[in-house]
């Protein structure tokens, strides 16, 4: 009978990863909670990760087991389980850890304000430059304090900060109500781009209110990423753009009444258009067959794809 339960997806070859997150959790400040760890057909199953806990920590979780169906389908079965009695629902990549006050921040923050949605900061050294800190936005934006200890902050209109700057938040660092985890879910099948960022946006929008905390909540791991494998000419790579495109296409039509955040999409639309081309292009200077198939799909739901290859040629694919 927790307020919060804990949904973690696993997918992971090294062992010892999610033990290191597990350790974080039982170092909370806040202890009412429980647990899910949603084995995501793991190559290291999550079990085994659990042999050397202690009883007590033991009977805190629970492990669901599921065909492989990323990341977010895995968080979606995570909140599909969540019980009856919880609040709220923390999310925590297997790879990452929590700061001792992260849950204790959050609930105390939601509670006292009314909220139901929370970030707070993630810190990952100087390669995690495109996660800005609360700190930094605070900065920038038209921010109102609501208290010191924990340091929390409101930000009005904070999905239009989110969409220009895309992506600053991060799932380790966010807390959501019930209102919130009964009824939004992850677009499971954007497995290589952008589900987290729709998640956001859904959450955000439906939310009676968001709440940014500057302190670090928590820190990120080195465990397996789907992303690190993908580079310009990894034959993924023209399907995380066309997945990309897909989320920013379904983004846009949940603000097509907000027209300045629909410029912002459109941006990062183009943008997703232009380096798949330019993968393909790069494809063919090697003397390799371009993903034909693919971008047929993709020109069949946006036309406008079309264009930005006429451009490019017009342009001799010049870089």
Not at 135 to 156: G, H, N, W, Y
Request: with cysteine; charged share 25%.
């Amino acid at each position: 009978m927790a307020s919060v339960t804990i949904v973690i997806p696993f997918y992971q070859k090294q062992s010892g990863i999610l033990q290191r997150a597990l350790r974080s959790i039982s170092r909370q400040v806040f202890q009412d909670f429980d647990i899910l760890v949603v084995d995501d057909e793991s190559p290291l199953p999550a079990e085994s990760e659990l042999q050397s806990l202690g009883e007590e920590e033991r009977a805190r979780i629970r492990v669901i087991r599921q065909a492989n169906a990323g990341p977010g389908g895995a968080r979606n079965t995570g909140l599909d389980n969540v019980p009856a009695s919880s609040r709220f629902v923390a999310f925590l990549d297997s790879d990452d850890e929590w700061a001792p006050e992260h849950l204790s921040n959050a609930f105390e923050a939601l509670t006292r304000h009314n909220a139901d949605c929370y970030w707070d900061s993630i810190y990952g050294g100087e390669e995690f430059f495109y996660h800005f800190s609360m700190a930094e936005l605070a900065k920038s934006f038209d921010a109102t304090r609501l208290s010191q200890m924990p340091s929390v902050i409101e930000i009005p209109d904070i999905a239009s900060v989110m969409l220009k700057d895309w992506s600053f938040l991060h799932l380790s660092c966010m807390v959501i109500g019930r209102p919130l985890f009964e009824k939004i879910r992850f677009e499971a099948a954007l497995r290589l781009a952008a589900e987290d960022v729709l998640f956001f946006c859904d959450c955000i929008l439906a939310a009676k209110r968001v709440l940014l905390c500057e302190d670090t909540g928590a820190m990120r791991g080195e465990g397996m990423n789907i992303f690190h494998s993908i580079d310009n000419d990894s034959p993924e790579f023209l399907h995380q753009q066309f997945n990309t495109w897909t989320a920013l296409n379904t983004l846009e039509q949940r603000f097509s009444r907000r027209p300045q955040d629909v410029a912002a999409i459109r941006v990062y639309k183009n943008r997703a258009r232009k380096q798949a081309l330019w993968s393909q292009v790069r494809q063919l200077r090697r003397r390799r067959f371009p993903q034909v198939g693919l971008l047929a799909k993709w020109a069949w739901r946006d036309p406008a794809i079309l264009q930005s290859a006429m451009q490019l040629a017009a342009g001799k694919f010049a870089p």
